[in-house]
């Protein structure tokens, strides 16, 4: 502000200095009521003409009647009546300031500061007439009169000399004047010299001076006003503060000499020291008293003058905070000149006991004790203020001063007092510090112990509160001490990074923050913001004084730690700062071009994940982020550029003659940028993020890449919201634009396995995956490869990898064609061939994680069609993968079938027998599977003795089948005859052996051609090889003599059967059945009929081993002569249909095998319908359902022979096993009920009778549920012997899914099977099942598996 003001002339008449007031406001008129008005007050007074100091008249009041005339008078005249008037209603409000009503005092002084805006001089003159003529007023009336003084100087624009001089010694008389009005009288007065300084200071500085100097201690009332001149900031201009600062150190010199005079030091000391009225606010004559005492001491020439002053003064109270300040302030003046003095008094009294006493063992116990409890706060702000007064002359003591205030920092009491002092105290060094141009030079060697301390401050800062400046000065400090020498390690830099970023970030929402809003000093989004500001400042010094990648990315590493927080406001916080950061480094390019930008893809990946994020607020600092990232990338890809094309002698010149920008000169200059760049730096800001993203990648190089990638991965398991969706997409985006590029794609397809177990929703689940399937399009070895590493076990998540890897057909086959070379990877560890342990060398795991992964796929809908398409080879490999995993001699697990049973994983050797069942059934081989489920030859495959026979047998099973495959198969036999694993070769000779009995074989391998291939065989290195072309070239094949002579020796075979020896008739029916299989295609002819008389005959044989071999001789029969069997045979198979399904609950497990598999291949060679279902209801079903499917597809199927089978069951109710006899009934029992009339025209009397004596003895059975059944099939048959009852409609027949010729007949009082409703629910679930089987045999054996299993008669248990 201007304070220079023109001095106007003395020569206006007071008419023109009335006619000015009353022009400003022309509503003033002559009445009385017309002044009183209540103007509204203006803050900017109005001009007006100053004049001349009127002769003090008498007070005139006007009357109505004289204002009257007065408008008869000259014009002159008017005016001056109007003056007149206008100062009677000054002069009369003036003297109603004495009154003691509050309302009416405001009112007048409202007036009053309004009648001085529009004439200040008519206002002016009034006071000061009514000071000199009035006397007698109360000091209370003179103290208001003073406040309106002091506003109506300070509203004029200028004041006239004669006036500062006259209300100048008005003020001085009654600064000094004691009333029992005490300071606030005085400090009136005073504030009325102040308001004249706004004028013109220079004549109250003089006045002040003398007034100071007279050799008496100042009066309190002089040291106020110069403390408020010397105080407040907008009283003067930035020239009139210089002057007025040198005034003050002149009058300090002056004052030296009062130090030497005893009352004069005694009355400072106490004006010192006496508490304030309130502790909190210092008044302004103390304050300034601190400085002129300062001021005095640095100008005392004797040191030890100053060190008696400063160590007295240092002796006073620490208790109040203000005093605390005061003292340290003047002795930092002190310092200025008496450096060494101070220096010396300052370890004096901080080794004093007072203060070593408080800062080991303090605890007050008096008042007086607390004089010294804050003294070292008081010492930390005295070495603060010795930096800033000492300015150029600090640095060599800086160590020093820093080591103190370490000192009493850590050993002080902690507390916020402290603190807050420590803080201002290395405030004021830093500042002085940063001042001194020198300071770069200097090498300050308690830095790091300055940072210790600055740590714990932080780190001591309570986490849910914000109530004070602490953390904002704190992180202001770090921000300087980054400039300094010497820079900090990595370590201690990595250590200050994260609890700074823990102080601020980790604070709670600013709605919990607003809960301690009084303690706040401001509100808390302002402190916040201040707070946020000083941190986002610390780390763009950092970055200055380190402008390197590694710096960036060390600052980077520690957000990311926020950026992925899962409390929404920290990561708000933390990207907002990164974006900060990322626009300062792009708005000042201080990286050098050569710098590798290598953590340019894990920011990248970090904020566009952050782009998705639930709050608005993180969403746009992240796209920022992202926008300020994309031009500083192109700016540094330009840079990087031209510094390459630059020659060598270029690149030396421009350095010497400018500097580059990234290292050095004007970093706040904009760098030079291409018009393109520029252009899409306007645009990138537009765009969303997925577009950003995308414009970012085309720029990124392949590590760049490949660090975004691996962000996107590491981001999947994110358990913030929306995190790990925002993590897949982004990974889904990137395979999609750039999958082609990716190298690390083994550890890459690993990391996504460990991902996928916890990504929260399915959609992101599906998008990983789906790059799964984007990247195997380029890169389907390696992440084969990589994913055998976890197929040992198999989980879910692996499967689901798997499935997404063969998701398109091309790369389905590409998949199976490498599983299959990895299967045939088989290194066969040393001592794995006998009892040795295990192996250390595990280089056959993959071929094993090969083998489950095969097996896993088989059911997969992604590898249907290409694994029917590989099925040759598949069947080869298996079979070779069984016989290898068997020489692994690995330990064993649990039995097949019974992994379920058991929490263990499955051993290698089932696996790989699983495998190959399920290439069985998957494909729709289920005869071929079907021949050996039956049979149970599964367990053939389990040692490696009798693996062969089960190979040889499921060749067979191929051939009896007449197997589409076979031709396929032969084709690759050929090349694995070739192999140079022996197991390979052993396998195909194997199955080639069985081969030479299909006809399908001479289409791929004709008779001369086999020769050949067994010939060559003879010469293989294995011997086991050998005698399998020995065996193979004694094929039937090659010697069709040999069919006359082997048919030739059955008849004696025949005979032999009844010879008594049971190991003899065993033998000698397992050579008829071996005699079968080598006539091959010739058959047995006629004599078929009577292999199955004499074998029939032996199925209710006593002896078990009998009975078994009798029936798998006859369904080896069956099966070689289905196709070409004679009618007499058929017969024979429909009659040995009933004592097969009953011999199902033969006591012996062996007998009910060769049962399942003869009534099987009956079902086959009768070509009924359902034999799928009838296959999986004999191998996995055992509940009632079953045997009620089994009867009803035998009584549909057999209609003509309806009579012989019920015979057949009846004759079994002689039976001597309670099993046999029981199914019997059962049987019968179910005939009964839905063929009612047919079963009594076949019944006579002694069948009648033995039923009713059957189901007699069942009713006095053990068993709760064959006793109820008993009973009302007992009461059944006797009702049904008196009448029978009409027959069942067709329909029926159709529903009970009963063959047309078999009526369905239901007696009049049919009684109820035993618990029926069960029954009814289960065969509909059974029914759902079989629909399931037949629609989809790739599920058959899983799905019949799950059938739940019943149990007989509704809870009893299976006979």
């Not at 009546?81 to 009503?101: G, H, P, Q, T, V």
Request: proline share 5%.
């Amino acid at each position: 502000m201007d304070r220079k003001h023109a001095e106007k002339p003395h020569s206006h008449t007071t008419a023109e200095r009335a006619s000015s007031g009353l022009s400003q406001n022309p509503r003033i008129s002559f009445h009385i009521s017309e002044p009183t008005r209540d103007l509204s007050y203006r803050k900017a007074p109005q001009s007006s003409a100053s004049g001349d100091r009127p002769v003090h008249s008498a007070t005139i009041l006007l009357s109505n009647s004289q204002s009257s005339q007065a408008a008869l008078v000259p014009q002159e005249h008017k005016m001056f009546l109007e003056e007149a008037y206008n100062a009677a209603i000054c002069f009369k409000m003036l003297r109603e300031l004495n009154s003691s009503d509050t309302l009416r005092l405001k009112h007048i002084v409202s007036k009053i500061k309004d009648m001085a805006h529009r004439a200040p001089n008519l206002v002016l003159e009034t006071i000061y007439d009514y000071f000199i003529d009035n006397l007698e007023i109360s000091n209370r009336h003179r103290l208001r009169l003073l406040h309106v003084l002091e506003t109506v100087i300070g509203a004029m624009d200028s004041l006239e000399e004669t006036w500062k001089e006259a209300f100048m010694k008005l003020a001085l008389e009654n600064m000094t004047k004691s009333t029992e009005l005490e300071e606030a009288y005085q400090d009136a007065a005073g504030n009325v010299l102040v308001a004249i300084c706004r004028h013109s200071w220079q004549p109250v500085a003089q006045q002040l001076e003398t007034e100071v100097l007279t050799g008496v201690f100042p009066h309190r009332s002089l040291l106020y006003v110069m403390g408020v001149l010397t105080s407040n900031q907008q009283l003067l201009s930035q020239g009139e503060k210089a002057c007025w600062e040198e005034k003050l150190t002149q009058i300090a010199v002056k004052s030296v000499q009062f130090l030497n005079t005893d009352v004069w030091s005694k009355e400072l000391l106490w004006a010192l020291t006496t508490p304030d009225r309130t502790q909190q606010e210092q008044p302004p004559e103390k304050a300034f008293l601190f400085v002129y005492y300062g001021l005095i001491l640095q100008a005392e020439d004797n040191g030890n003058t100053v060190r008696t002053h400063l160590r007295t003064l240092l002796e006073t109270s620490h208790q109040w905070p203000k005093q605390r300040e005061g003292m340290a302030l003047t002795t930092g003046l002190a310092a200025a000149r008496h450096l060494d003095h101070v220096w010396a008094v300052l370890e004096q009294f901080g080794r004093s006991t007072p203060i070593k006493w408080s800062l080991h063992t303090f605890s007050p116990k008096t008042s007086d004790d607390l004089r010294w409890k804050w003294a070292s706060s008081t010492i930390l702000l005295a070495y603060g203020q010795m930096a800033v007064k000492a300015k150029a002359h600090i640095l060599p003591w800086v160590d020093n001063i820093l080591s103190r205030m370490i000192f009493y920092f850590r050993y002080s009491s902690w507390d916020e007092t402290l603190k807050q002092s420590f803080l201002a105290a290395i405030l004021m060094l830093v500042g002085a510090i940063s001042r001194n141009e020198g300071a770069h030079s200097y090498e300050f060697s308690q830095l790091p112990e300055l940072l210790e301390c600055l740590m714990v401050l932080m780190e001591k800062e309570p986490q849910d509160t914000l109530c004070t400046l602490t953390r904002q000065r704190t992180l202001c400090i770090i921000s300087s001490l980054c400039k300094l020498r010497p820079p900090l390690d990595l370590e201690k830099k990595s250590q200050l990074l994260t609890i700074c970023l823990r102080s601020v970030l980790a604070l709670p929402l600013l709605d919990v923050l607003e809960k301690h809003t009084c303690l706040f000093l401001e509100p808390p989004n302002t402190l916040y913001n201040k707070t946020s500001e000083a941190l986002d400042h610390m780390l763009q010094s950092l970055l200055t004084q380190d402008p390197t990648t590694d710096e960036l990315r060390l600052l980077l590493s520690h957000l990311y730690v926020w950026l992925v927080s899962e409390k929404a406001h920290e990561r708000q916080r933390a990207v907002r700062s990164c974006a900060a950061l990322l626009r300062f480094l792009n708005d000042n390019l201080y990286l050098h071009p050569n710098n590798d930008l290598r953590w340019m893809g894990q920011l990248m990946g970090m904020l566009g994940i952050l782009c998705q994020d639930p709050d608005v607020a993180t969403q746009r600092s992240s796209l920022e982020g992202l926008g300020h990232l994309y031009c500083l990338l192109l700016r540094q890809r330009a840079e990087a550029s031209k510094v390459k094309t630059l020659a060598p002698e270029q690149l030396s010149q421009a350095s010497e003659d400018e500097a580059p920008r990234w290292s050095s000169g004007d970093q706040k200059a904009t760098p030079p940028a291409s018009q393109e760049v520029v252009f899409q730096k306007d645009q990138i800001f537009q765009l969303g993020s997925s577009q950003v993203i995308k414009e970012i990648m085309k720029h990124l190089t392949l590590e760049e890449l490949t660090d975004l990638v691996w962000t996107t991965v590491n981001s999947l398991g994110s358990t913030g919201p929306c995190h790990g969706q925002a993590a897949a997409d982004l990974l889904l985006t990137i395979i999609q634009e750039h999958g082609a590029k990716l190298e690390t794609v083994v550890d890459l397809g690993r990391a996504i396995h460990l991902q996928l177990c916890s990504l929260p929703s399915p959609r992101a689940k599906e998008n990983a995956l789906r790059a799964i399937t984007v990247l195997a399009r380029h890169h389907t070895p390696q992440l084969v490869a990589a994913f055998l590493d976890f197929s040992i076990p198999l989980d879910s998540h692996a499967s689901q990898l798997w499935r997404a890897l063969g998701a398109e057909q091309p790369v389905s086959r590409l998949v199976l064609a490498m599983l299959l070379a990895w299967l045939q990877e088989r290194p066969l560890p040393i001592g794995a061939s006998d009892s040795s342990p295990q192996p250390k060398e595990k280089t056959y795991l993959r071929s094993l994680a090969a083998m489950n992964t095969l097996h896993e796929l088989q059911f997969a809908r992604e590898f249907k069609e290409a694994v029917q398409e590989a099925y040759p080879q598949l069947l080869l490999a298996l079979l070779t993968q069984i016989l290898y995993v068997l020489e692994l001699n690995l330990p064993a697990g649990p039995r097949v079938g019974q992994e379920a049973q058991g929490a263990a994983a499955p051993s290698p050797q089932s696996t790989s027998l699983e495998a190959l069942k399920s290439l069985l059934s998957t494909t729709g081989h289920w005869q071929d599977f079907a021949h050996l489920e039956l049979r149970g030859s599964w367990d053939l495959f389990t040692t490696i003795h009798t693996y062969p026979q089960g190979v040889g047998l499921l060749a067979r099973a191929m051939v009896h089948n007449r197997c589409r495959q076979i031709e396929a198969v032969t084709r690759q036999l050929l090349p694995a005859l070739q192999s140079q694993e022996v197991r390979a070769r052993k396998v195909a000779m194997l199955i080639l052996n069985e081969f030479l009995y299909s006809p399908d074989l001479l289409g791929v391998l004709p008779e001369q051609a086999a020769l050949t291939v067994l010939a060559r065989s003879l010469r293989d290195r294995s011997p086991e090889v050998r005698v399998l072309g020995l065996q193979g070239l004694g094929n039937i094949l090659f010697h069709p003599e040999k069919g006359s002579l082997l048919c030739r020796q059955l008849p004696p075979f025949l005979d032999g059967f009844f010879r008594s020896s049971e190991p003899v008739v065993v033998r000698l029916m397992g050579t008829v059945s071996d005699t079968l299989h080598r006539l091959g295609v010739h058959g047995v002819g006629a004599q078929s009929l009577s292999i199955a008389i004499n074998s029939r005959s032996f199925f209710e044989d006593e002896r078990d081993g009998i009975r078994v071999a009798a029936m798998a001789l006859f369904g080896d029969l069956v099966a070689a002569m289905a196709g070409r069997e004679p009618r007499s045979l058929k017969t024979q198979v429909q009659q040995s249909m009933v004592p097969l399904l009953l011999h199902l609950k033969d006591r012996c497990p062996a007998v009910v095998t060769q049962a399942k598999f003869a009534y099987y291949r009956c079902a086959e060679l009768l070509r009924w319908r359902l034999r799928h279902t009838l296959f999986c209801s004999l191998a996995w079903e055992r509940g009632l359902s079953a045997r009620h499917f089994l009867w009803a597809c035998l009584m549909s199927s057999s209609q003509e022979e309806f009579s012989i089978h019920f015979a057949q069951a009846l004759s079994c109710l002689h039976s001597c096993h309670h099993h046999i006899k029981t199914w019997a009934a059962l049987f019968i029992g179910y005939t009964l009920c839905y063929h009612t009339r047919a079963a009594s025209q076949t019944l006579n009397d002694s069948d009648t009778k033995l039923l009713l004596r059957t189901f007699e003895d069942l009713r006095k059975g053990p068993e709760p549920g064959m006793r109820e059944f008993a009973t009302r099939q007992l009461s059944f048959l006797q009702e049904g012997t008196r009448s029978l009852p009409p027959p069942w409609p067709p329909s029926s027949c159709v529903q009970s899914g009963l063959a047309p010729g078999v009526a369905a007949e239901p007696a009049r009082a049919k009684p109820d099977l035993p618990s029926s409703l069960p029954l009814l629910e289960e065969l509909g679930s059974l029914s759902c099942v079989i629909c399931k089987m037949q629609s989809d045999p790739l599920e058959a054996p899983r799905r019949a598996g799950q059938v739940q299993r019943t149990s007989f008669l509704a809870g009893s248990p299976t006979p």
